[in-house]
């Protein structure tokens, strides 16, 4: 029976690949206010700006390619029952060969009905005025914007309350409720914190490795630890 491996990765793992974070010094993402392009009041205000944004990003994944640390995760289903939940919304984990990822924040190839959320198509494509549902509804960025609620939530929390070991990878942990679910881990569940910047972590009860590196080298450094128990 594999050990069960839950990782909570966010825009720093993604950030080696080439993907932005909005999180970067300017407060900006590509070059845009978020409330302008990641916001139900964006898209209301000028939709044409936001399917223009995503279409972008939509592009620019193309160019980009898995990094070291979304192979390392994938490799690393061959030890444990690994259970990716990602902040992003790119596919790079699933590309890198990881078969369990749960996306809290929406992802960037698929679109979903203006009208029904559960209206959901695969899309890697341009995304534009015109695109309907099959009632004639405006197809949107199936993305969880700012203020929005995060449906996959729910499923993120049950996969964390049965870990045997967490790790939080390249996230600010600022971005609730994606950085509350550390608290919905087991006590006795060690917890590994792989940020080249991590902050300190108030009122925790587990066991905890920090490891100030980037992403690709600080999952080699928890594989290491992982597989030789040094815990």
């Not at 060969?97 to 679109?111: A, I, N, P, Q």
């Not at 996959?152 to 950085?179: H, K, M, N, R, W």
Request: hydrophobic share 40%; proline share 5%.
């Amino acid at each position: 029976m594999k050990k069960k491996l839950v990782v909570l990765t966010g825009a720093g793992i993604s950030a080696e690949s080439g993907i932005k974070t909005f999180r970067d010094s300017d407060g900006l993402w590509e070059g845009h206010n978020v409330q302008d392009v990641a916001t139900p009041e964006g898209w209301h205000k000028n939709p044409a700006l936001v399917l223009d944004f995503y279409n972008q990003r939509r592009r620019q994944l193309k160019e980009v390619t898995p990094n070291a640390a979304h192979y390392i995760l994938a490799e690393l289903e061959s030890e444990f029952n690994v259970h990716i939940i990602t902040q992003n919304v790119d596919n790079l984990h699933e590309r890198a060969g990881s078969t369990k990822v749960l996306h809290l924040h929406g992802e960037l190839l698929k679109v979903r009905s203006t009208r029904n959320p559960d209206y959901i198509l695969n899309w890697t494509e341009d995304l534009n005025f015109g695109d309907f549902d099959e009632n004639q509804n405006q197809l949107r960025p199936h993305i969880v914007w700012f203020g929005e609620e995060v449906p996959a939530l729910e499923e993120a929390v049950l996969i964390t309350e049965t870990a045997d070991y967490f790790a939080v990878i390249g996230t600010s942990l600022q971005v609730y409720p994606a950085a509350g679910l550390i608290d919905f881990t087991k006590v006795t569940t060690p917890l590994f914190y792989i940020d080249p910047k991590p902050i300190k972590i108030p009122n925790l009860r587990n066991q905890l490795q920090v490891i100030p590196e980037m992403a690709s080298k600080g999952v080699e450094i928890m594989k290491n630890k992982l597989l030789h128990k040094i815990l």
